[in-house]
């Protein structure tokens, strides 16, 4: 605890640095973060393969280890993204609202950061950049505890950035990592309220809810997701098709995407094959109800079995989809009410009632008519980078970006104003 006390006091002290960084001057620093990798491509390969070795002796799964890989193609991605970060509008000391009350007093509201950060994440090494650099930007230092899988990595990637800072004559306390990764230190670290104003967990349900348990600071506690796709009956079955795919296939291991396909049963015997056929080229498993496991049961070269109730609510992060066919929408939105959790939810229609209905009356960070799941994601939507996918419903939903790292304070400016 001592250990981790000194980290927040330093990231304390660098926050205030940080905070007061000009715009221009913290542009510069994240792309000469983002330089500096692509330089280093050759060492962060190597204490990359370590973490690499370390997983496949302990068996861990194909899933988990392309989690963890860094190669030249990913580190120039996260390179470009940490510059895209660079490129946002500036956000500290942004005016939210301004007013001249009736007393002459001059009152505005100013985003300012919320001071230290907390971060305990799993596997990607990536979000080790992605993060300094959001908190960065929005003039925030950050502690990070990755996970032992990664800790070569992650290692690196943070004396990269410390040389980085260093060089700028910046406090190399602004981005600190975690050095051991004894798991008893994170219950340490949640109590480090004194220090840390927010905790973000990125992982599976088991860190989410320790997190939730507790964090003695505010945290965010969503971003587990178990996603749906609706196909109504009035959907194109060319995009349904394709949608279907890359919810599932374009990358199955992240949290935003599709777990179930739910499909009307209007079009299911017709389209339902063809959806699997598709998906089978990637060699998906199937994990369909009783009607859907009917139609595809003589479907040649398909992996089908009978779906438990457990299945409707596992993220499966993996190449398995859940199967479920569906006589309405509102049998649609009870399956997903009942079993999604607020992360991210399609539905593919040409029918604009449906996509109101939808829109409306489904409870989650995302909601998708007629794309991806996948789209659910901050660089997707515009916010550069993002250091978690929030399903909380206060303070942060969805993809958090710059402001969803910043608090507000008031200004209130007079010339000798009392009250009465």
Known sequence: MTDLKILGKNARLASKAISNLSAEKTNVLIQNIAHELVNSSDKIIDQNQLDIDIAKSKGMT???????VLNEERIMQ????????SKLDDVVGEIIDHRVMDNGLDVSRIRVPLGVIGVIYESRP???????????????AVILRGGSESINSNRILTQII???????????????????????????????????D?????????????VANNASMPSITGGVGVCHTFIDESADWDDAIEIVNNAKVQRPYVCNAMDTVLIHSKIASDLL???????S????????DSRS????????????????????????????????????????????????????EAIITKNSDSISRFRNEVDASAVMINSSTRFNDGGQLGLGAEVAISTNKIHARGPMGLRELMSYKWIVQGDGQIRN
């Open 62 to 68: 194909s899933a988990l280890i392309d989690r963890l």
């Open 78 to 85: 996260i390179s470009n993204d940490a510059l895209s970060v």
């Open 126 to 140: 990536n979000v080790t950049i992605d993060i300094a650099c959001l908190c960065i930007k929005s003039g925030n």
């Open 162 to 196: 410390q040389k980085v800072l260093s060089d700028m004559d910046l406090p190399t306390e602004t981005v600190q990592l975690v050095q051991s990764t004894e798991r008893s230190l994170i219950n340490q670290m949640l109590r480090l309220d004194e220090y840390i």
């Open 198 to 210: 927010l905790m973000i967990p990125r992982g599976g349900q088991e860190l989410v809810n320790m």
């Open 273 to 279: 094959p063809k959806i699997v056929n598709r998906l």
């Open 281 to 288: 080229q990637s060699n998906v498993e199937f994990r369909c």
């Open 293 to 344: 496991l009917e139609i595809l049961k003589n479907v040649e070269d398909v992996q089908v079995v009978l779906a438990s109730d457990q299945d409707w609510d596992t993220e499966f992060l993996d190449l398995i989809a859940g199967v479920r066919i569906v006589d309405s929408l509102d049998m649609a939105l009870e399956h997903i009410e009942s079993h999604g959790t607020g992360h991210s």
